[in-house]
C-alpha cells in the first residue's frame, strides 16, 4: 500500500474513534469509518508479474486504453497509446522500458476531463523521456477532473527498470505513451491494461544490437 493509504486511513479511523466516544451514535461513525475503508482500498499497491523480454514496453498504469493509433509530431510519426484511469484503478504508475531518464519535465496546467483530449495538452503533468535498447519511449503522468496531485519519484540520469515503481496521479487522470512508429502495437482501444505487467507494444529491433 502507498503510504498515503495509511495516511488518510489512519486519520480518518482516529476521526471515527472521537465520534463514538463523543456520540455513541452508529451512523455517524459509519461515515469517517467508510471513507478510511475506501482510501486504504485506493492507495492499494498490488505486486505485479513484470514480464521479460527484449523491446516489451509495459503499460505505466491500470485502467482502459482510450487511444491506441499513429500520430504526427514535430519530430515525426510516432505512435501513442492512452490509458484512462478510473478512480476505481490502481493509481500506482510504472516504468514502461529498461533504460535512463533523460527528461522529466513538470508542467503546471487546467484539470480538464482525462477523457477528454485536450486534457493531454492543456492538463497538469509530467513528462518522462527513458533511452532504452536504441529507442527512445516518452509517457506522461496526467491530471484529470479530480486529481491534483502528480507524484513522479524520477531524476534524469536516473537508470531504471520496466516496471519499478515510479510514482502515481492521485484519482482520475491518464497516462499517455509515445514510442517508435515503428513499434508493434500490442493493444486496441477497448483493452482494459495492468500497470508494469500488460505489455502494450514491442519495440523494433535497435541498428546498434
Keep these: ?14 476521526v471515527a474513534g472521537v465520534v463514538w466516544f463523543g456520540t455513541h451514535w452508529i451512523l455517524l461513525t459509519a461515515v469517517p469509518v467508510l471513507l478510511a475503508a475506501f482510501f486504504l482500498w485506493f492507495f492499494r499497491d498490488p505486486e505485479r508479474e513484470i514480464p521479460a523480454g527484449e523491446g516489451l514496453v509495459v503499460s505505466p498504469g491500470d485502467g482502459l486504453v482510450q487511444e491506441a493509433d499513429w500520430i504526427e509530431t514535430t519530430a515525426g510519426s510516432r505512435l501513442r497509446v492512452s490509458i484512462f484511469l478510473s478512480v476505481v484503478d490502481v493509481h500506482v504508475n510504472r516504468i514502461p522500458i529498461n533504460g535512463t531518464v533523460t527528461l522529466v519535465d513538470y508542467r503546471q496546467g487546467q484539470f480538464v ?3 477528454a483530449p485536450e486534457s493531454a495538452v492543456l492538463n497538469e503533468q509530467t513528462l518522462i523521456t527513458i533511452e532504452g535498447e536504441g ?4 509517457f506522461k503522468q496526467i491530471a484529470g477532473l479530480l486529481a491534483r496531485r502528480i507524484v513522479c519519484e524520477l531524476v534524469e540520469g536516473q537508470q531504471v527498470k520496466r516496471g519499478a515503481r515510479m510514482g502515481m496521479i492521485k484519482f482520475g487522470s491518464r497516462v499517455d505513451v509515445l514510442m517508435p512508429a515503428e513499434a508493434r502495437l500490442y493493444v486496441k482501444v477497448g483493452d482494459r491494461v495492468r500497470g508494469g505487467s500488460s505489455v502494450i507494444a514491442k519495440l523494433p529491433a535497435s541498428v546498434t544490437a
Design 1 to 14: 500500500m502507498v503510504r498515503d493509504g495509511y495516511y488518510y486511513g489512519g486519520s480518518l479511523l482516529l
Design 113 to 115: 476531463n482525462a477523457m
Design 135 to 138: 529507442h527512445s519511449v516518452s
